[in-house]
């Protein structure tokens, strides 16, 4: 079963360990930009990451990539809580307001 992956921060690091930050949770499969009607990408809000991810439940995807996440973290030093939510049907919507 494939699932579409968010994963939201309640803070990021600062601009000179940004870009450490995205290439592990890209690593992992998390992107912050989101594939969109048409082809196009579109940039997630700062704090927000997704991906799809193959599982046998949402629970078990859930769970293993909260520990993929929290070690690499770790090994960032890097301490942010985070929520990750995981959905096999979904649909999404981002707009400027």
Request: charged share 25%; glycine share 6%; net charge negative.
């Amino acid at each position: 079963m494939i699932y579409l992956v968010t994963l939201t921060f309640s803070k990021i690091p600062e601009p000179d360990k940004k870009s450490d930050f995205d290439k592990a949770l890209e690593d992992i499969g998390f992107s912050n930009m989101i594939d969109a009607n048409g082809g196009s990408e579109l940039p997630l809000p700062k704090t927000m990451f997704c991906g799809r991810f193959e599982g046998e439940t949402a629970a078990k995807v859930r769970t293993d990539l909260t520990e993929t996440v929290c070690e690499s973290l770790k090994l960032l030093g890097f301490k942010s809580r985070f929520m990750l939510m995981v959905a096999q049907q979904y649909a999404w919507s981002i707009r400027n307001a």
